[in-house]
């Protein structure tokens, strides 16, 4: 690993008052990742967990001018099998710190490269913060005239209409998706198009993910750019190991910590 | 049902008067502000007290101008004495809740209202990513569970489009590409640069001095970044901003949806507006804090998605200058609640019922303590007072020998305010006009001194600068 700076600008924050030192906290996570226990090039994972620290980028609205021992401000847990039925459950795990926010999110995709929706699927949202509201639980489905339906504490409302030209995916399973579709993003020149149901609740109708460029420092990665209507630029980094290793927002960064999983 | 409405006042943050689909932006989808509008009256020249959160936020909780609220900037604190609307509304029969972003120091939201959702870490100036989703559910929790007859008062804070705060700090210490350098937008995508990118440098000492010198008082760093951007960066940051809108009215899209569902849309009374508005690009400006029309002027929407409560719909009223002092009145008028004496604000529900009422022919607003802004018909007049030779942190006004520089804008033939004809002979008459429309406002104010200590720095530290302007020119 590489670990003169300067750092991609998608992912560089290494500057202001962040402390400890953005750069600093991103290379000591992907340091302790380690890439031979996940799958290798082509293979395809059965079962797969992957665990991302959560970095604030510059905001420093989480500390509140206190004194912070890490930079870490939440953990995004993704785990995924691959059923009898043939189609993909996911799992997802997302803790943040500074909203309080703790999201447990449940979906099912077809075995497919863009990772379809299927059937029904569920956020389960608990806040740790002090005041009124401490959970939600919202589930959701597909109809088939293509309506995103959500049911809230017995309330059923509509999230839209996808459009039935583009495939629907949920963002937690970008983790897959791009590993999955690199070579045909790639090849595509400006991007692929699809609709992606954020957090299993907001709909983004258009949505591009292309690819933006190789580096090879903090290691050789290969990004790849998502951006839509009601979408900020984020910005996929995918190492030689099929594994995203670093997502970031304009906000906040991912950076992979750990994965576990089954190699086939 | 209750007689008196539900009120759900629903706020974004920097959120420019234009950036709305339906007032005809092509470069961005709001579907769910929209409707709002289709299900309201849209007022056209809604203007902020301030262009800056906290200032501003105190107007909506007071009713009062900013330099009576003790909140001049984000700094301040409000006079403890002054009650709030949440106050107001406990008191009058009804159950007044909070939602996200407040930011109005001095006074404990806890205190005042039933916050559903205020953040772990309380919800600060920024952090939409965060906090925003974490709101709606909070809502999406109350608007599924609320069971009671008393009527409800609720104040959502979203915070986006603020966000666009964060993607400008990020280019303080780096150069990131231009959109077609970095291979992702294509030109074609992006919006047109504004069309009063360029400026006239003829500002107030204030504004330079705050916005425009090397070492400038806010966001010198931000300043430094973008002197090295493009024309492109300009445009992204443009095309960046509509999509922290995007984002946010996705989120009203969910509390209006469920409003509908649970049958509270009949009796629940909508205000929709922001704190302040957004340069992005316009002037060579970013963000706010500068009494330019894309910072100071607001969507301000007064709707209802039933029948329940009498409102114009789908118009938009281009006539009658609203102000973000008007919201506490309003809100208090719908409520069947009296105002206090002293509050400067109107009810608008005469103007959302189309009715033909006396109303102000002007839009008077505040910046950064020293700075004052009058709207007319006609013209923009931006002045400043001169910072006291000895600050004894009364803000200023009204003293007509103390205003320093101005600037004057014809609304009709410049709306970009990009010729400056505040020393043209021929508009003498209407700088004599606005100057005195300013004074007779200020006149009818009630100023306090500031005594928190924290503020007072800020006003030391600053004055210092700008009397610093005023004696050497830098």
Redesign the interface.
């Known amino acids: 690993m590489n670990n003169s700076n300067p750092l991609h600008w998608s992912f560089d924050y290494n500057y202001g008052a962040q402390n400890p030192q953005f750069a600093q906290e991103l290379i000591r996570i992907l340091r302790g990742y380690d890439p031979e226990v996940g799958t290798h090039g082509t293979q395809k994972v059965q079962a797969a967990t992957h665990v991302y620290d959560i970095l604030p980028n510059y905001w420093r609205g989480y500390s509140r001018g206190g004194v912070r021992e890490e930079l870490r401000i939440g953990t995004a847990i993704i785990e995924r099998s691959k059923n009898g039925d043939n189609l993909w459950s996911y799992s997802v795990q997302y803790e943040n710190t500074t909203s309080g926010e703790n999201l447990e999110i449940k979906f099912r995709c077809s075995d497919e490269d863009y990772r379809p929706l299927t059937g029904t699927w569920s956020v389960d949202a608990r806040n740790s913060g002090d005041d009124t509201y401490s959970r939600l639980s919202c589930e959701g489905y597909l109809t088939l005239d293509s309506e995103v339906r959500l049911r809230i504490n017995d309330t059923e409302i509509s999230a839209g209409t996808v459009d039935t030209s583009v495939k629907l995916t949920c963002n937690w399973a970008f983790f897959d998706v791009i590993p999955a579709l690199a070579q045909t993003i790639r090849a595509s020149g400006d991007g692929i198009d699809l609709a992606v149901l954020e957090d299993l609740e907001q709909l983004r109708r258009k949505s591009r993910l292309g690819f933006l460029e190789s580096i090879q420092t903090p290691l050789p990665l290969d990004g790849y750019y998502l951006y839509g209507t009601g979408l900020l630029p984020s910005y996929w980094w995918l190492d030689a190991h099929g594994d995203i290793a670093i997502a970031s927002t304009f906000f906040e960064t991912l950076v992979l910590r750990e994965k576990m999983g089954d190699r086939r | 049902m209750n007689e008196r409405p539900n009120i759900l006042f629903i706020n974004t943050d920097q959120h420019s008067w234009d950036a709305i689909s339906a007032y005809g932006n092509p470069y961005l989808?709001t579907p769910n502000i929209d409707e709002l509008h289709r299900n309201g009256t849209s007022f056209r020249k809604s203007f902020c007290t301030d262009p800056v959160c906290a200032a501003a936020r105190s107007s909506w909780a007071t009713g009062l101008y900013t330099s009576e609220t003790g909140v001049p900037f984000n700094g301040g604190y409000l006079h403890p004495e002054i009650p709030d609307l949440g106050q107001l509304l406990n008191a009058g029969g009804y159950r007044a809740f909070h939602?996200g972003k407040w930011h109005v120091p001095g006074r404990n939201v806890?205190e005042s209202f039933?916050?559903?959702?205020?953040?772990?870490?309380?919800i600060?100036?920024?952090?939409a990513?965060?906090?925003d989703?974490?709101s709606t559910?909070?809502v999406?929790?109350?608007?599924?569970?609320y069971d009671s007859d008393e009527p409800f008062y609720l104040q959502i804070g979203y915070v986006d489009p603020h966000?666009v705060c964060?993607?400008l700090?990020?280019h303080?210490?780096?150069?990131?590409?231009n959109p077609l350098e970095?291979?992702?937008?294509s030109e074609d995508d992006l919006p047109p640069l504004s069309e009063n990118f360029d400026y006239d440098e003829r500002e107030t000492v204030l504004h330079r001095v705050c916005r425009r010198v090397d070492d400038a008082l806010i966001h010198a760093a931000i300043l430094k970044g973008v002197r090295n951007w493009d024309e492109l960066h300009w445009r992204y940051l443009r095309w960046?901003y509509y999509?922290?809108i995007?984002?946010v009215?996705?989120?009203i899209g969910?509390v209006l949806?469920?409003l509908?569902?649970?049958s509270l849309h009949h009796n629940t009374l909508i205000i929709f507006s922001a704190d302040h508005g957004e340069a992005c690009g316009s002037h060579q400006m970013f963000q706010k804090f500068t009494l330019y029309e894309e910072s100071v002027r607001v969507p301000f929407i007064v709707a209802c998605l039933g029948d329940g409560i009498s409102i114009e719909k789908d118009r938009f009223d281009e006539t009658h200058f609203v102000s973000g002092v008007d919201l506490f009145p309003t809100v208090c008028d719908y409520a069947g609640i009296d105002v206090p004496e002293r509050i400067q604000g109107v009810s608008v529900r005469p103007l959302a019922e189309a009715k033909d009422v006396p109303w102000r022919d002007y839009a008077y607003i505040e910046s950064n303590y020293w700075g004052r802004a009058i709207v007319t018909e006609e013209y923009k007049y931006v002045t400043e007072y001169k910072p006291k030779a000895v600050e004894d942190f009364s803000p200023p006004g009204p003293d007509a020998e103390q205003l320093g520089l101005s600037q004057l804008f014809d609304r009709h033939d410049d709306p970009g305010e990009t010729k400056n004809l505040a020393e043209d002979a021929a508009y003498s008459e209407g700088v004599n006009a606005c100057r005195n429309k300013l004074l007779a406002q200020e006149a009818q104010l009630h100023r306090q001194q500031i005594v928190h200590p924290s503020p007072k720095r800020v006003i030391s530290n600053w004055g210092e600068r700008l009397r610093a302007y005023w004696e050497h020119g830098r």
């Not at chain 2, 039933?114 to 309380?122: C, E, N, R, S, V």
């Not at chain 2, 600060?124 to 952090?127: D, E, I, K, L």
């Not at chain 2, 303080?172 to 590409?177: A, D, G, L, V, Y």
């Open positions: 989808r939602c806890r039933q916050t559903l959702y205020y953040g772990k870490t309380d600060g100036a920024g952090g990513a965060y906090y989703s974490a559910h909070a999406a929790d109350f608007l599924t569970n966000d964060e993607y700090h990020n303080e210490e780096k150069r990131i590409p970095q291979g992702t937008v960046n999509r922290f995007e984002k009215d996705a989120e969910r949806a469920l509908r569902e649970t």
